[in-house]
Structure formats: C-alpha cells, structure tokens
C-alpha cells in the first residue's frame, strides 16, 4: 500500500517537471516534499519537545546547536566523499539514518543520549535545507535535466520546498490538537511527530531505492572531490557565505521583533505578515527561472537582490508602519530570487563529478556564517531601537552582490555561452 501510494506520488510529480526532463527528477521533487514536510514540523517542536522533557533554556540551545553542527558536518562529509560512491547508495543510507533518528529522538530523554542524536543524525533545527541530502539532490538535478531547463527545475525544487515546509509547520499544531481533544500527553504527542518524521524517511527511501543506473554519473571516480574546479567553488563559498553572514542581522526571530518594539505588532499580526513574505519568496522562484533564461544566471542574482537589499535598508526609514511593510514586502518578492539561480549556477560551473562536493562546500559555510551574525544584531537592537541591524545587513549584501558580479560575470555556464 505504502509504495503504491509514493508510486502516484512520483507520477504526480512529473506533470511538474521541465521538457526533457528523466523521471529522477520527478522523484526528487516528491522526496524533496517529503523531507520539508517532516523538516518543517521538527523545526518548531524541537525545543518544545526538549523543554517538555525538562531541560533548562541552555541544555535546550546546546541540543540545537549540536543538530546545526552535526548537520553542517555530515552535509560537508557527504559531498566530499560522494565522488567515490553510488548516489542510490548514499541516498539511501543517508534515508536509513534519517529513519534512525526519528526513533531515536522519539525513545531518548536523557540529555546525553540526546546530543548524540543531534550531532550524528538529520534534524533539522532551521528552515534551510542543510542536509546530507541537499549535495546529492543537487547533483542528480543537475543530470535529471538537460542545461537549459536546469534552472527551471531547481525553481521548482525550492517552490516545493518552501511551501511544503510552510504547511509542515502549520502540523507542529497537531500535538497540541491531539493533546486538547483527547487528553493525550503532549510529551507522547510530540514524540508520535518524530515516528511521523522517521515514517516520511522511509517512504523517502522507498523511491530512492528506484534509481538506476542511468541516474548515476560517469564511472571514473576522480582522485579528489574537488578538481580542475576548486578554485571557482571556493570563491563561491567564500561570497555565499558574506551573503548569509549579512542575511543573519535580519532572521526571521529578529526582524519580528524589532517590528513589534518599533510598531507594537501582535504575534497574530506577525504571524500573518510573515506568512505571506514566504509565499511572495515562493512565487518568484517560478519568476527567477524565467528571468534567468532571458539576462543569465549571476545578471539574475544580482540584478534582484540589489533593489531587494536597497528596500530593506530603507524598513527602519520608514515613519509609519504602512510604508515600512511595503518596502517590507518589496524586500521579500526579490530577495529569495538567487535561491534557484545559485543552486544552478554552482552546478553549472563545474565538472559533474565536483556536483555533490561543490553542492555542500558551497552551503555548509554559508549556514555557519549565518549562526554569527544574530548575536551581535541582538546587541545592536538593544543599544539602539533604530533598525541598524536592517541596514547592516542590507548594506554587506549589496558589497556581496557587487563582488559577484565582477568575479563571475564572465563565467556563464554552458548553455548561456555563445554557440
């Protein structure tokens, strides 16, 4: 029954895909689904669940922080070494992993047990896609698609992401429904969400069982992750993570709170403009697939992301809450526009054999970079009830998209290059 019904999955998904593209990439977009859909909830009921078991605030921010590291490594490991193994292998090891630790988290209550379920398993604690599943998802994108549509279908890569996600963590409700209508324990509740998690790995591991060898790259397996293009990957690495180091001053946590202290909000206003700052991100992916096909990859990434960081420095400007939830608004239907267009762009511009080592080295970095940034927007907010933290993080975008631009303006890849 269970692979019956992923099987429909799978055909739904291919009335989604670009022209030319393999059914691997169907899958992806279903896996891909399925993983945001699990990640979605977990992020939210992580520290509620560990709160539950009754760890104090700081045992509670060294779990999460384990799950961030530990995710950041194991993503980084699984790219490097990707080269010398099978994608359907890794894939579905990496899956085995996630079921693991999903019923582990639901079995585990002492701290230390704990941990260690943090740093070697898959949760995800934050809204991004740092797993070990992202550099080999990426690479088979890459190959499922042929190079003009390959930025189209990693637009609808991140459009499933994001709004799966969105209603996976509207689920994090269920335990408390489930606690309020039949008295049962939110602490067992909470736990039945992370066998729910482990259950969306396995049906995960059930289509990534369905590769084939067609799906895989060359069979000569080069000496090093990183080759002829180590160089071009680690500038990248390097401006990624600027982006994100800037992106870190205006998180979602924080930027919702300066609007509550500086406007009054409620958290049911809040929640309501922060809804639709994520569907507006969703929709342009679609927009940034087509822009890109018109005036290329790195002209799409920097083109959106310049207005986009011009209106957030002018938020904190604004003098009535109206104006400043424009330019709000404004910020978010251009910022997420170099989402697609990155992931694209980095497949492009290396050999297929660098895809899942380019894929994590280029995404590891940028998560870390954006873990620094919040503590010290957190002390500029309370030296000054003045947005600086908006402006810093616009003003070291805008350095980020400059320096892209004259770095990589000349390197296209293939499909945009002169024929």
Known sequence: MLECRVTMLTRVARHLLPPGATPAAGLVLVTRALRAFGDGFVSLLLPFYLTALGFPAWQVGLLVTGTL??????????????????????????????????????????FWPLLVIAVVGTVNPSAGDTTPFLPLEHALIARSVPAAERTAMFARYSLVGALVAALGAQAAVLPGLAASQWSL?????????????????????????????????????????????????????????????????????????????????????????????????????????WLARRIGLVNTMVYTHLPS?????????????????????????????????????????????????????????????????????????????????????GGLKIVYDLSLLYMFRHVRPPEEKPH
């Open 309 to 393: 960081s011009v209106f957030l420095i002018l938020v904190p400007l604004m003098p009535t809450l109206p104006l400043a939830l424009t330019f709000l608004l404004l910020r978010f239907a251009l910022s997420s526009m170099d989402v697609p267009t990155r992931s694209s762009y980095v497949m492009a511009v290396v050999t297929p054999r660098e895809r899942p080592a380019a894929a994590s080295v280029t995404a590891v970095p940028r998560s870390l970079a954006s873990a620094v940034s919040p503590m010290i927007a957190g002390w500029m907010m309370s030296l000054s009830p003045f947005g600086w933290p908006l402006v810093v993080c």
């Open 69 to 110: 590291l530990g995710s950041g490594a194991l993503t980084l490991a699984v790219g490097l070494f990707a080269h010398r193994w099978r994608t359907r292998t890794l894939l579905v090891a990496v899956s085995w992993l996630a079921i693991a630790t999903g019923c582990a988290m639901a079995l585990a209550t002492d």
């Open 185 to 289: 324990d939110p602490k067992l509740a909470m736990q039945g969400m992370f066998v729910l998690y482990a259950a969306l790995a396995g049906m995960a591991l059930l289509l990534y069982r369905g590769l084939g060898p067609l799906d895989e790259p060359p069979a000569e397996a080069p000496a090093a992750p990183l080759g002829e293009s180590r160089g071009t990957v680690y500038k990248l690495a390097a401006l990624f993570s600027l982006d994100s180091f800037a992106g870190g001053f205006a998180v979602q946590s924080l930027l919702a709170l300066w609007l509550h202290e500086r406007f009054g909000l409620s958290l049911a206003a809040l929640g309501t403009i922060f809804f639709w700052t994520s569907v507006l991100a969703a929709i342009s992916f679609p927009v940034a697939a």
